[in-house]
């Protein structure tokens, strides 16, 4: 056995390790919305025999497309449980990573098989999303996907895994379809490359991507037409907030901040983030810096060294997406972090491939990743440890766990509110109203939110009395 196949094994067996321990704590910590209930009804239809032409409506009233949820319901079939999607979606995300990493080790080289892992696993939003169900959190693993099908497509130029790579950008845009801009990356790409193959094939590329959408066609512009897209201004006119959301989500600094009416000043998860939130942003410029340079080199053709045709083509085409995921949204369509998924791994392969391209600024760049490694890595997974530390009540690994608590100190009849820099909120209650007792009519709060917000603090202080009684980090209060 080779030094290399050692060293790779060891890595892979840190990045196992590392991920587990992610996931351990945050899969509990995450929590059930609106999305996802919906997303459950229409697995469990699918698996009832109805099979829906389109899925839940997203926020602007357009009917989703179906292919996540029918991709979905048999997972959903044997686990049933929320929390094992929640699992399930991060296992899903794991093996990208490391289907991907095994490519490059396979095909490139070691140093950037474990750079690509290793930004992979420290990068803020990636991770973050990693494990959320959610229609566009199965996208990192079909863009994998995508780019080991398009590389097969530019080494052999065999028309498979061209027919290949496009199915899958149409499942891509399917579960987000602000990733439309994929369409005219590839499509540009493989007219600038000359690759495009002959026109029986493009005619019946054109035929299965139809079949692909027909059943969303049918259901919104012949059942119900009512569901078409509202009229409005193609125009974006905020042109810094897809910005703002572009580089949150390369750098990861969204996420140090939580803002509420009730709170005095918007960090709030931890006192922590003062310090985090200043070198997330260093972190994010410098990482920023790398891309754009990297994607530069990529669409203008300037390496330091010859490169295999092959890397070389990749290398145009991912390029291509960073540029477009900027200038598409900037046309007009509403962009949040989540919209950006397909980024992953775009932008680890980017900084990889611009590294490994290099010979004279080699050690520099180096030097440059790993401190955004370092410093996403350190933020990615204290902020892991520190929501199994402090979890909200209402996140799928601890209601349960809560519930039995609660019943346990007060069997016969309890009400349960919370208090969070949103406001109070009803959390739970058995038995009769008016049997309830003062020590059973409780209000929570995380000790973070009662330290930092002076409201917070002087409205429990006014009208409730402080128990002995804790669950994790909330303090339990009790009416006077």
Same mark, same amino acid.
């Given at each position: 056995?080779?030094?290399?196949?050692?060293?790779?094994?060891?890595?892979?067996?840190?990045?196992?390790?590392?991920?587990?321990?992610?996931?351990?704590?945050?899969?509990?910590?995450?929590? +059930?919305?609106?999305?996802?209930?919906?997303?459950?009804?229409?697995?469990?239809?699918?698996?009832?025999?109805?099979?829906?032409?389109?899925?839940?409506?997203?926020?602007?009233?357009?009917?989703?497309?179906?292919?996540?949820?029918?991709?979905?319901?048999?997972?959903?079939?044997?686990? $049933?449980?929320?929390?094992?999607?929640?699992?399930?979606?991060?296992?899903?995300?794991?093996? %990208?990573?490391?289907?991907?990493?095994?490519?490059?080790?396979?095909?490139?080289? +070691?140093?950037?098989?474990?750079? *690509?892992?290793?930004?992979?696993?420290?990068?803020?939003?990636?991770?973050?999303?990693?494990?959320?169900?959610?229609?566009?959190?199965?996208?990192?693993?079909?863009?994998?996907?995508?780019?080991?099908?398009?590389?097969?497509?530019?080494?052999?130029? !065999?028309?498979?895994?061209?027919?290949?790579?496009?199915?899958?950008?149409?499942?891509?845009?399917?579960?987000?379809?602000?990733?439309?801009?994929?369409?005219?990356?590839?499509?540009?790409?493989?007219?600038?490359?000359?690759?495009?193959?002959?026109?029986?094939?493009?005619?019946?590329?054109?035929?299965?991507?139809?079949?692909?959408?027909?059943?969303?066609?049918?259901?919104?512009?012949?059942?119900?037409? %009512?569901?078409?897209?509202?009229?409005?201004?193609?125009?974006?006119?905020?042109?810094?907030?897809?910005?703002?959301?572009?580089?949150?989500? +390369?750098?990861?600094?969204?996420?140090?901040?939580?803002?509420?009416?009730?709170?005095?000043?918007?960090?709030?998860?931890?006192?922590?983030?003062?310090?985090?939130?200043?070198?997330?942003? +260093?972190?994010?410029?410098?990482?920023?810096?790398?891309?754009?340079?990297?994607?530069?080199?990529?669409?203008?053709?300037?390496?330091?060294? !010859?490169?295999?045709?092959?890397?070389?083509?990749?290398?145009?085409?991912?390029?291509?997406?960073?540029?477009?995921?900027?200038?598409?949204?900037?046309?007009?369509?509403?962009?949040?972090?989540?919209? *950006?998924?397909?980024?992953?791994?775009?932008?680890?392969?980017?900084?990889?491939?611009?590294?490994?391209?290099?010979?004279?600024? !080699?050690?520099?760049?180096?030097?440059?990743?790993?401190?955004?490694?370092?410093?996403?890595?350190?933020?990615?997974?204290?902020?892991?440890?520190?929501?199994?530390?402090?979890?909200?009540?209402?996140?799928?690994?601890?209601?349960?766990?809560?519930?039995?608590?609660?019943?346990?100190?007060?069997?016969?009849?309890?009400?349960?509110?919370?208090?969070?820099?949103?406001?109070?909120?009803?959390?739970?209650?058995?038995?009769?109203?008016?049997?309830?007792?003062?020590?059973?009519?409780?209000?929570?709060?995380?000790?973070?939110?009662?330290?930092?917000?002076?409201?917070?603090?002087?409205?429990?202080?006014? !009208?409730?009395?402080?128990?002995?009684? $804790?669950?994790?980090?909330?303090?339990?209060?009790?009416?006077?």
């Amino acid at each position: 056995m080779s030094k290399q196949l050692i060293t790779f094994l060891l890595f892979m067996i840190f990045f196992i390790t590392g991920t587990s321990y992610y996931y351990y704590w945050t899969v509990p910590a995450n929590s +059930i919305w609106h999305d996802q209930r919906a997303a459950i009804e229409v697995f469990q239809k699918i698996i009832d025999g109805q099979f829906p032409l389109v899925g839940y409506n997203h926020s602007n009233g357009i009917p989703s497309f179906a292919a996540f949820y029918y991709i979905m319901s048999p997972v959903y079939y044997f686990l $049933k449980d929320p929390i094992g999607l929640y699992y399930f979606t991060a296992f899903i995300n794991v093996i %990208s990573i490391l289907i991907f990493t095994t490519f490059l080790y396979l095909k490139l080289n +070691i140093s950037s098989a474990i750079l *690509f892992g290793a930004y992979s696993i420290t990068n803020v939003w990636g991770l973050y999303y990693g494990s959320f169900l959610w229609n566009p959190n199965l996208i990192p693993f079909f863009m994998t996907l995508l780019f080991i099908f398009t590389f097969k497509f530019f080494d052999t130029e !065999k028309t498979i895994f061209f027919h290949i790579s496009g199915l899958i950008i149409n499942l891509i845009v399917q579960m987000s379809p602000q990733a439309i801009s994929l369409v005219f990356s590839f499509g540009i790409t493989i007219i600038i490359l000359n690759k495009l193959p002959k026109l029986i094939h493009l005619f019946n590329h054109a035929i299965c991507h139809f079949i692909l959408i027909s059943p969303w066609l049918i259901h919104t512009r012949i059942l119900n037409p %009512s569901s078409k897209a509202p009229t409005h201004s193609t125009i974006f006119k905020d042109f810094t907030a897809p910005l703002l959301e572009y580089t949150s989500y +390369i750098g990861g600094w969204g996420l140090t901040q939580e803002t509420g009416k009730f709170l005095d000043y918007g960090t709030i998860i931890s006192p922590e983030n003062q310090y985090f939130l200043p070198l997330l942003k +260093i972190s994010t410029i410098v990482c920023i810096l790398l891309v754009v340079s990297f994607s530069f080199h990529f669409l203008t053709n300037r390496f330091d060294q !010859k490169i295999n045709i092959s890397w070389r083509s990749l290398a145009y085409f991912i390029g291509l997406i960073n540029l477009f995921s900027l200038l598409f949204f900037f046309l007009g369509l509403r962009v949040n972090t989540h919209h *950006f998924q397909f980024l992953n791994p775009t932008i680890a392969l980017i900084l990889v491939l611009g590294i490994n391209f290099q010979v004279h600024k !080699k050690k520099l760049f180096m030097g440059l990743l790993s401190f955004v490694i370092l410093t996403q890595g350190t933020y990615s997974y204290w902020r892991a440890n520190s929501e199994s530390i402090r979890p909200y009540t209402t996140d799928i690994g601890y209601q349960e766990i809560f519930s039995e608590y609660v019943k346990n100190r007060c069997p016969n009849s309890a009400r349960v509110r919370y208090v969070t820099p949103n406001g109070i909120h009803t959390y739970m209650q058995h038995g009769e109203l008016k049997e309830i007792v003062s020590s059973c009519d409780w209000m929570l709060v995380q000790k973070n939110h009662y330290d930092l917000s002076i409201i917070i603090h002087d409205f429990l202080n006014e !009208k409730f009395q402080l128990s002995q009684n $804790k669950f994790k980090n909330y303090l339990i209060w009790f009416t006077k």
